[in-house]
């Protein structure tokens, strides 16, 4: 209770600052609506549906496409530190891919797939592959090479040696990637669904361009809440035990 | 003084090295780590590998485990070559090599969890009882990073015990420990020797570490490393690193070493 209190203190006060500011009239209301407007937009998008069918649809592409990002992210990671061959070739492509925005690929996967979810799934998949396999090769390029001397000396020989002794080893490493490849993902995804309509399903990408449209700033705010609060949300559920075991079992908690 | 052939036991020869030679090349320079190694380590017997640093007795260590290959040579653990990594010689080397992402449980396990023929219920029952021999069985679900760096090479010692192995290789395993933690755990380490007969090489560049707990020590010389000279020693067990008797096998060992050493004396690690 007392590490929520200050929590909780801070976001009230830093609504009821905003919806003073904008009530006093030192906002414009057009440019920055209140609070309680916000308010008001989220609760009757709930009610009627749209924001929850919003949300599924986004929801459905991120998990999609990152786990299928993981899965060959990590596929990749490991032949590329596993042989020089894939180093050279696939690792430089990955260096290079990763540093351009995934929402570069639009134009392309528009017109390989059309406005069709392969699409999207294309450019999430695009946004997070690289970061993965980069992290992956780079976990598995630190370990100390005495961790896979001692496992051998006890017995242990080539695929039981990558399971049990490598990539726990990199874990590390490759947690903080799955962290780097959800946040560009998540970006990719959103650019995406703001800049390409796919016909299949309206995302939260989607709504927020329709705000935009429509000036509807409450709408534009209220979906950009929702989005922060599914950045948060996944962050502490999905990495948050992860990143606890790995502070725990290597002593790198800071107290 | 005597050669390794006046160690007569009855003992069958469980590790021999014959003409064990290794070079390593680099771009810029090789290195000639080991000139015509001839060794023989009996059943049960604890030999000791002295020299400075530098004389290749690491890379003795790591030819007899099987993880690097002589360039000539032939190595043999009861009769049969030894071409690789194998879990009846299992080292333990300068730094304890512990997986931090397994608990202390988790690291003794991992070896014995290599070897099938043993029942889930088996196994935790041969970790434990390893870990209460080297006084760790209170700490059998700490952490790594825990334990001080003495429990950490107990640890270790529980780790590379516990599969059974009939040859256990130590890599200067209590080097990078404090005077007194080193001294508590020679006395440690002959107990559990002493219940557990294993055949031992153990690599030192610590005179008194070698007489106290080696049946013989093997004096090697650097650049390139050779078997300079061999010395058994007749000390009754448990030795206390301290004695007047161990002080005077160590001193003959290192001048015999510094004899040797004269061009370039400063290189004596000790």
């Not at chain 1, 069918?53 to 993981?70: C, E, I, P, Q």
């Not at chain 1, 979906?223 to 950045?231: F, K, L, T």
């Not at chain 2, 009861?78 to 010689?89: E, H």
Request: hydrophobic share 50%; proline share 5%.
């Amino acid at each position: 209770m007392k590490r929520w209190l200050p929590i909780i203190l801070f976001f009230v006060a830093l609504v009821v600052a905003w919806e003073w500011l904008v009530r006093a009239g030192m906002w414009s209301r057009v440019l920055v609506p209140a609070p309680s407007e916000v308010g008001k937009y989220l609760i009757a998008s709930v009610a009627n549906g749209t924001l929850l069918k919003a949300s599924w649809v986004t929801l459905k592409r991120l998990v999609l496409g990152y786990l299928a990002g993981f899965v060959l992210g990590h596929s990749l990671g490991i032949l590329i530190a596993r042989f020089k061959f894939f180093k050279n070739t696939i690792g430089l492509l990955a260096l290079g891919l990763q540093s351009l925005p995934s929402i570069c690929w639009a134009p392309l996967a528009l017109l390989w797939f059309g406005q069709t979810e392969t699409a999207m799934f294309f450019i999430v998949i695009m946004g997070s592959v690289w970061s993965i396999a980069l992290a992956t090769d780079a976990g598995v390029r630190h370990v100390p090479p005495l961790y896979v001397w001692a496992a051998r000396t006890m017995g242990s020989r080539g695929v039981h040696t990558w399971a049990k002794v490598i990539l726990p080893a990199a874990l590390p490493f490759i947690v903080s990637g799955m962290k780097q490849g959800w946040a560009f993902a998540w970006r990719s995804l959103m650019a995406a669904e703001i800049y390409i309509t796919i016909l299949t399903g309206f995302g939260l990408g989607h709504l927020l361009h329709y705000g935009r449209e429509l000036h509807a700033m409450d709408a534009v705010l209220g979906i950009m809440i929702v989005i922060i609060v599914i950045g948060l949300l996944t962050d502490k559920l999905l990495f948050s035990p992860f990143e606890k075991f790995i502070h725990r079992r290597w002593g790198t908690e800071k107290e | 003084m005597t050669t390794g052939e006046e160690i007569k036991s009855v003992a069958p020869v469980k590790l021999a090295l014959e003409g064990v030679s290794k070079t390593f090349r680099t771009r810029r320079a090789s290195v000639h780590a080991l000139d015509n190694v001839s060794l023989d380590v009996r059943e049960g017997e604890f030999v000791c590998l002295f020299g400075p640093s530098g004389c290749g007795k690491t890379t003795l260590l790591n030819i007899i485990a099987g993880l690097e290959l002589p360039d000539s040579g032939r190595v043999t653990a009861d009769g049969k070559p030894v071409t690789g990594a194998g879990s009846d010689r299992l080292v333990l080397f300068q730094e304890s090599a512990l997986f931090p992402w397994l608990d202390v449980m988790g690291n003794v396990l991992f070896g014995l969890k290599l070897k099938p023929k043993l029942k889930p219920k088996e196994r935790q029952e041969v970790a434990e009882f390893y870990l209460k021999l080297v006084g760790l069985e209170k700490f059998t679900h700490a952490n790594i990073h825990e334990l001080s760096g003495g429990m950490k090479q107990r640890a270790a010692l529980a780790r590379a015990l516990a599969p059974n192995p009939r040859v256990l290789l130590m890599d200067e395993p209590f080097a990078s420990l404090d005077a007194l933690t080193r001294e508590q755990l020679y006395g440690d380490f002959q107990a559990i020797w002493e219940k557990r007969k294993k055949t031992i090489v153990f690599v030192t560049h610590n005179a008194r570490e070698a007489v106290c707990l080696g049946d013989r020590v093997v004096l090697f010389s650097p650049h390139p490393g050779r078997v300079q000279e061999q010395f058994a020693i007749g000390l009754p067990r448990p030795r206390d690193i301290n004695s007047v008797d161990l002080a005077k096998y160590a001193t003959e060992i290192t001048r015999a070493l510094k004899r040797d050493l004269k061009p370039d004396l400063h290189e004596v690690a000790e």
